[in-house]
């Protein structure tokens, strides 16, 4: 029977050893790269790592050092070719046990959510989720626009019906205040 990376990558809190840093190294086959790319919204996953370490913090909590690298090919916004992008990005996370679970944060009408000043907080559950937190920084390290070298510079215009696009050139914001300048000089 073979795990799925979610199933290998949930670490049991309880069965974290005490006192001890653990390693771990995450390299997932192409099966599971491709239903992470498909999940992600993507082309293709060439590559992908996710090294680092689980160390105790304190008595109760643990921090997550480690580092994720990639190489993502993605739909170029403008011609939609394929983009290749490089990913090499740090992730921090503390795993805090006294900090409220999100379900204790639900917002009331006079104040609001409280939202953690760091956001490499989360709160410390029954498990830590090492395949959730590759998945999540993957997708912020992910570029939101990716373009291809040679894709041609877009331009939108916007006009009503039957009339021309309005230019930038057209606009000459300093016009008016030109105008205005030298009827103020010939006393108008």
């Known amino acids: 029977m073979t795990k799925s990376l979610t199933e290998a990558a949930a670490l049991r809190v309880a069965d974290l050893p005490k006192g001890r840093t653990l390693t771990f190294d995450i390299a997932p086959d192409a099966e599971t790269r491709a239903a992470l790319a498909d999940a992600l919204g993507i082309e293709a996953l060439r590559k ?18 480690a580092d994720l690298g990639a190489t ?7 011609t939609l070719a394929p983009v ?6 740090h992730v921090e996370r503390r ?9 204790d944060l639900a917002p009331t009408p006079e104040d609001g959510v ?11 559950g029954d498990t830590i989720d ?18 291809a070298d040679d894709a041609p510079a877009m331009t939108a215009q916007a006009a009503p019906p039957g009339s021309a696009p309005l230019q930038d ?5 300093f016009a008016g205040l030109a105008n205005l300048k030298a009827r103020m000089e010939g006393g108008e």
């Open 95 to 103: 795993f805090l046990s006294d900090m409220p679970a999100p379900a």
């Open 84 to 89: 290749t992008t490089r990913i090499d990005t």
């Open 72 to 78: 993502a090919v993605q739909a170029c916004v403008a």
């Open 169 to 173: 050139a057209d606009l000459k914001p």
């Open 48 to 65: 992908l790592g996710f090294r680092g370490t689980l160390a105790p913090l304190g008595r109760h909590d643990w921090r997550l050092t």
């Open 130 to 147: 090492l395949a959730r937190i590759l998945h999540e920084a993957l997708a912020l390290a992910l570029p939101d626009y990716p373009r």
């Open 114 to 124: 409280e939202i953690p000043q760091d956001e490499s907080e989360e709160p410390l």
